[in-house]
């Protein structure tokens, strides 16, 4: 019952039902006597040198679980890992989030988890780039930096002592999202990688695969690494000011058709994956990218029942040969 | 100021006699045929569906008979109303019915007495502990009443629970029994429940064998109330069967 809900005809039905039989077949680890649910036992072998890890609770003496999921056991630790797991933040994730509130100090930004998240002032970079004490005029100016609805990236730095989520966007890479789409997808399908900011060159989009289940894909941003920009960039710099306060009034007519058509493109490949349940990964998507161009497909198409179907194959396919080549 | 008192017109009381038209016991003596024809120690057929919601974060659908109900749960998550700091989670109950759910038209009379009921069976069932200062929101809503709504919501509310992945003690299963005269039925319909004599709702978690509320209303005898319990813990803990089984197959439906 859960995702977008397509109308097939009885042929696509069963391909689909097929492909999704086999990608079943091509698992690795079809333990499905490894899933509980809530209250049932988890068979342990000694029970008194095990540790009892999350979702799991006492009763008389047995373990039984406290969540529906799949049993994982890593040495002594016993653990119940939740199918459609909320977010689990840890520190260092790459996140994107958008302000609901400007407090003293701090933006407050929804992540898509329990809490909302905290962005301090002082860990944002100021927009002069000088590193100083933040005045009460900065306070005053928190706004101009990002103000409500905006869209942000940036990174977890901590956690408060009840659970609260710190962020920090000291580096460029992070900061305000602004042509793009977000888009948002369950975060089980976004698996933890060295790197969450990809550049699609042949696109010319950028794709931040944020840790918390949201997506940016949007306008290719050419990230200035200040360690390089020095004493000779800074007339460049002051030439590319003057410029820019022009071009700021003509951004609408700047982002060419095409990028924005790649970025719709992309996106709508992003939502066909996340209602099937694949993982998210940039090599899937841009071969479902491929995919719809090769058969010169509408964007609007990509959401249709055919391109799911298709989709469904493509994915099976590519599992099946992976399996080969081991 | 006394004499002035009987010059005010009397107020308009209803003739009592319409009322106890309908509470003549029909049933002294005699055997109650059920009308949908069940034995009276039978429950109705169940229909239970989680992930109905997809925008919640769990959710669930019961249908027991001509009862239906939706319940979605959001959370944890934040919550204006919770500012001060709590070492436990808080769990935010609404029951509401629509406005086509029962046969006349308009606000079913016990919809807000359902919220705080709700809120008591399933608190007993959810480690708090688990969400610190964060909100769990169950909203229940009635799509038809067929009779014996209560049960049905808390059952529904119970799967949307775990489908939403909170931690839970246990399952928590509930059926209510009626008494008319002499018979005892399970799972009444609505025309079972506007002719009972008294009615007893428990909501347990049936692995636990423990009971997190019972509600007794109506005129009960000792040796009936213990028969009448021991029928609704049996049912309870075979709901609870048919509810874990419904959630094991949702987990087993293809999802990577």
Same mark, same amino acid.
């Given at each position: 019952?859960?995702?977008?809900?397509?109308?097939?005809?009885?042929?696509?039905?069963?391909?689909?039902?097929?492909?999704?039989?086999?990608?079943?077949?091509?698992?690795?680890?079809?333990?499905?006597?490894?899933?509980?649910?809530?209250?049932?036992?988890?068979?342990?072998?000694?029970?008194?040198?095990?540790?009892?890890?999350?979702?799991?609770?006492?009763?008389?003496?047995?373990?039984?679980?406290?969540?529906?999921?799949?049993?994982?056991?890593?040495?002594?630790?016993?653990?119940?890992?939740?199918?459609?797991?909320?977010y689990k933040p840890e520190i260092g994730d790459i996140i994107?989030g958008?302000?609901?509130?400007?407090a003293?100090k701090r933006w407050r930004l929804?992540i898509?988890f329990s809490q909302d998240a905290v962005l301090m002032l002082s860990s944002m970079n100021?927009?002069?780039?000088?590193?100083?004490?933040?005045?009460?005029?900065?306070?005053?100016?928190?706004?101009?930096?990002?103000?409500?609805?905006?869209?942000i990236c940036a990174e977890v730095r901590g956690f408060q002592h009840d659970g609260c989520l710190h962020l920090q966007a000291r580096s460029?890479?992070y900061?305000?999202?602004?042509?793009?789409?977000?888009?948002?997808?369950?975060?089980?399908?976004?698996?933890k990688?060295?790197?969450?900011?990809?550049?699609?060159?042949?696109?010319?989009?950028?794709?931040?695969?944020g840790c918390n289940?949201?997506?940016?894909?949007?306008?290719?941003?050419?990230?200035?690494?200040?360690?390089?920009?020095?004493?000779?960039?800074?007339?460049?710099?002051?030439?590319?000011?003057?410029?820019?306060?022009?071009?700021?009034?003509?951004?609408?007519?700047?982002?060419?058709?095409?990028?924005?058509?790649?970025?719709?493109?992309?996106?709508?490949?992003?939502?066909?994956?996340?209602? %099937? !349940?694949?993982?998210?990964? =940039?090599? *899937?998507?841009?071969?479902?990218?491929?995919?719809?161009? &090769? /058969?010169?497909?509408?964007?609007?198409?990509? %959401? !249709?029942?055919?391109?799911? =179907?298709? *989709?469904?194959?493509?994915?099976?396919?590519?599992?099946? &040969? /992976?399996?080969?080549?081991? | 100021?006394?004499?002035?008192?009987?010059?005010?017109?009397?107020?308009?009381?209803?003739?009592?006699?319409?009322?106890?038209?309908?509470?003549?016991?029909?049933?002294?003596?005699?055997?109650?045929?059920?009308?949908?024809?069940?034995?009276?120690?039978?429950?109705?057929?169940?229909?239970?569906?989680?992930?109905?919601?997809?925008?919640?974060?769990?959710?669930?659908?019961?249908?027991?008979?001509?009862?239906?109900?939706?319940?979605?749960?959001?959370?944890?998550?934040?919550?204006?109303?919770?500012?001060?700091y709590?070492?436990?989670?808080?769990?935010?109950?609404?029951?509401?019915?629509?406005?086509?759910?029962?046969?006349?038209?308009?606000?079913?009379?016990?919809?807000?007495?359902?919220?705080?009921?709700?809120?008591?069976?399933?608190?007993?069932?959810?480690?708090?502990?688990?969400?610190p200062k964060?909100?769990?929101?169950?909203?229940?809503?009635?799509?038809?009443?067929?009779?014996?709504?209560?049960?049905?919501?808390?059952?529904?509310?119970?799967?949307?629970?775990?489908?939403?992945?909170?931690?839970?003690?246990?399952?928590?299963?509930?059926?209510?029994?009626?008494?008319?005269?002499?018979?005892?039925?399970?799972?009444?319909?609505?025309?079972?429940?506007?002719?009972?004599?008294?009615?007893?709702?428990?909501?347990?978690?049936?692995?636990?064998?423990?009971?997190?509320?019972?509600?007794?209303?109506?005129?009960?005898?000792?040796?009936?109330?213990?028969?009448?319990?021991?029928?609704?813990?049996?049912?309870?803990?075979?709901?609870?069967?048919?509810?874990?089984?419904?959630?094991?197959?949702?987990?087993?439906?293809?999802?990577?």
């Amino acid at each position: 019952m859960r995702g977008l809900q397509l109308s097939l005809n009885k042929n696509q039905k069963l391909r689909v039902e097929r492909a999704l039989e086999q990608l079943e077949s091509l698992s690795l680890k079809s333990n499905s006597d490894a899933s509980v649910t809530v209250a049932d036992n988890i068979s342990v072998d000694c029970e008194d040198a095990i540790l009892k890890g999350h979702g799991t609770t006492e009763l008389d003496g047995r373990v039984v679980a406290t969540l529906c999921g799949v049993v994982e056991r890593v040495n002594k630790l016993v653990y119940v890992r939740a199918l459609r797991a909320r977010y689990k933040p840890e520190i260092g994730d790459i996140i994107v989030g958008r302000v609901i509130e400007v407090a003293p100090k701090r933006w407050r930004l929804e992540i898509n988890f329990s809490q909302d998240a905290v962005l301090m002032l002082s860990s944002m970079n100021l927009p002069d780039g000088i590193q100083r004490r933040r005045t009460a005029i900065d306070e005053l100016n928190m706004r101009s930096i990002f103000e409500e609805n905006d869209v942000i990236c940036a990174e977890v730095r901590g956690f408060q002592h009840d659970g609260c989520l710190h962020l920090q966007a000291r580096s460029q890479k992070y900061g305000k999202l602004e042509i793009g789409q977000l888009l948002t997808i369950p975060p089980y399908l976004v698996k933890k990688r060295k790197q969450h900011f990809h550049h699609l060159e042949q696109y010319g989009i950028d794709l931040i695969l944020g840790c918390n289940g949201y997506v940016w894909v949007g306008e290719h941003v050419e990230v200035k690494d200040p360690m390089l920009v020095d004493q000779s960039n800074k007339s460049e710099q002051q030439n590319a000011d003057s410029e820019n306060s022009m071009s700021a009034n003509e951004v609408e007519t700047c982002t060419p058709l095409e990028t924005r058509q790649n970025i719709c493109r992309t996106a709508n490949a992003i939502r066909v994956l996340s209602t %099937l !349940g694949f993982m998210i990964t =940039v090599e *899937v998507i841009t071969e479902i990218v491929n995919l719809s161009t &090769s /058969l010169n497909l509408d964007i609007h198409e990509m %959401l !249709g029942p055919e391109f799911y =179907v298709l *989709v469904a194959e493509k994915e099976a396919e590519r599992r099946s &040969s /992976l399996r080969k080549k081991r | 100021m006394a004499g002035k008192i009987s010059n005010t017109p009397a107020t308009y009381m209803p003739s009592p006699t319409s009322q106890n038209k309908k509470m003549s016991s029909i049933f002294t003596g005699s055997d109650w045929v059920r009308p949908d024809g069940r034995g009276p120690h039978q429950c109705r057929p169940s229909f239970l569906r989680t992930g109905a919601v997809n925008y919640a974060s769990g959710s669930a659908y019961a249908e027991f008979g001509n009862t239906k109900v939706i319940v979605s749960v959001f959370g944890p998550r934040e919550s204006k109303k919770a500012m001060m700091y709590s070492d436990m989670g808080r769990l935010n109950c609404n029951v509401s019915y629509t406005s086509f759910a029962t046969p006349i038209r308009g606000q079913a009379s016990e919809s807000k007495d359902l919220s705080s009921m709700l809120h008591k069976a399933l608190e007993g069932a959810i480690i708090l502990e688990s969400f610190p200062k964060t909100t769990v929101d169950v909203f229940a809503l009635v799509l038809e009443s067929g009779g014996s709504e209560l049960p049905v919501i808390i059952s529904c509310a119970s799967l949307a629970l775990a489908d939403a992945g909170i931690m839970l003690y246990d399952m928590v299963a509930s059926v209510s029994m009626s008494c008319l005269g002499k018979n005892l039925v399970i799972d009444p319909v609505s025309e079972e429940e506007s002719y009972q004599d008294g009615g007893l709702m428990i909501t347990c978690m049936p692995s636990r064998n423990e009971v997190t509320q019972m509600t007794v209303t109506g005129e009960w005898s000792t040796p009936k109330i213990h028969e009448a319990m021991q029928l609704c813990l049996d049912a309870c803990s075979k709901l609870g069967k048919i509810m874990r089984s419904c959630l094991k197959e949702a987990v087993t439906l293809p999802q990577e």
